[in-house]
């Protein structure tokens, strides 16, 4: 499966990027496939890593935020691996890049 995440601390100041890179920085130690954009954090295993993996992120940002948002979105497609960078290179191969 692959997770489209968000974590968002609220009420924790101006700027969000210092518990927010603390929650990348988990995503990247986990030796999943992820990837990390503007708006959302990219990862892909099993259900039970994956999620496992997104509640260590918003606890870890609930160390320095008293509310946090959360927002996901799940492909969820059993016995298929590979597909974060597959999906997104079936269209660039279209696009010619």
């Known amino acids: 499966m692959i997770a489209a995440f968000s974590i968002t601390p609220l009420g924790s100041g101006d700027s969000v990027a210092g518990p927010v890179a603390e929650a990348v920085r ?3 130690a986990s030796g ?6 503007a708006m959302f954090t990219n990862v892909e295993g099993d259900w039970d890593e994956v999620m496992e993996l997104i509640k260590a992120c918003v ?14 979105k799940i492909d969820h497609r059993p016995g298929v691996s590979g597909a974060l960078r597959q999906k997104v290179a079936a269209v660039e191969s279209r696009l010619g890049g």
């Open 26 to 28: 988990l995503v990247r």
């Open 59 to 72: 606890d870890k940002v609930s160390e320095e935020a008293r509310r946090v948002s959360v927002v996901i």
């Open 32 to 37: 999943l496939p992820n990837e990390t954009n």
